[in-house]
């Protein structure tokens, strides 16, 4: 799988804003030394023109901070124009470079880009993690539509007590509903398991 920030699939241009923008490159010794941030002004107005020209793209976000853990050594050889564009926090073993999320995007579709990960992170909290898809997309409106916002999930392994927060969440707003909406006795069809589809 390759750790690129963007890949073209056909007209859409996909993006990854997260971890993936930090480049790395290994020396002979087999250190390694991040060496940029992605996008460059150049790359950023690369992406626009994409857009504006009529290509879709997909912005693949995952949280409204991007951490991206290295070694306190690593953290010394940052280059400075990455270190100028981020924060960087260290207890001197391991340090962690915080990235702000969609800053290479015009004020309003980043905003835009803001508000989704606000929602989507309100979908992420409120649901059974079972029940949410791998890829949360952005629901219409867009403006302009040929941009979409998009949070890739990790997928979690299956275990027995994640079954759980299902169960409450498909069962327990069924039986509440039926306590408020209680349907008449006379009215309603007998049903038994043989007769229930």
Not at 22 to 46: I, M, V
Not at 123 to 144: A, F, G
Request: one cysteine or more.
């Amino acid at each position: 799988m390759s750790r690129s920030a963007f890949l073209q699939c056909g007209s859409t241009l996909v993006v990854f804003d997260g971890p993936r923008r930090l480049t790395w490159r290994q020396s002979s010794s087999g250190d390694y030394t991040p060496t940029a941030l992605w996008p460059s002004p150049a790359q950023a107005a690369a992406v626009m023109d994409h857009l504006y020209s009529g290509g879709s793209l997909l912005v693949l976000v995952e949280q409204e901070r991007i951490s991206v853990p290295m070694y306190a050594e690593e953290a010394e050889r940052l280059p400075s124009d990455v270190a100028d564009r981020a924060t960087l926090t260290s207890d001197g073993v391991v340090s962690e470079l915080h990235l702000p999320v969609l800053d290479w995007m015009p004020p309003a579709l980043r905003e835009r880009g803001l508000r989704f990960l606000r929602d989507s992170a309100g979908k992420v909290r409120s649901e059974p993690d079972l029940l949410l898809p791998h890829l949360l997309v952005e629901s219409p409106p867009y403006r302009p539509d040929n941009l979409r916002f998009a949070r890739l999930r990790k997928p979690r392994p299956f275990s027995d007590d994640r079954l759980a927060p299902v169960t409450d969440h498909l069962f327990t707003a069924d039986i509440e509903a039926a306590v408020m909406c209680p349907v008449d006795a006379a009215v309603a069809p007998a049903r038994t398991w043989e007769t229930t589809p």
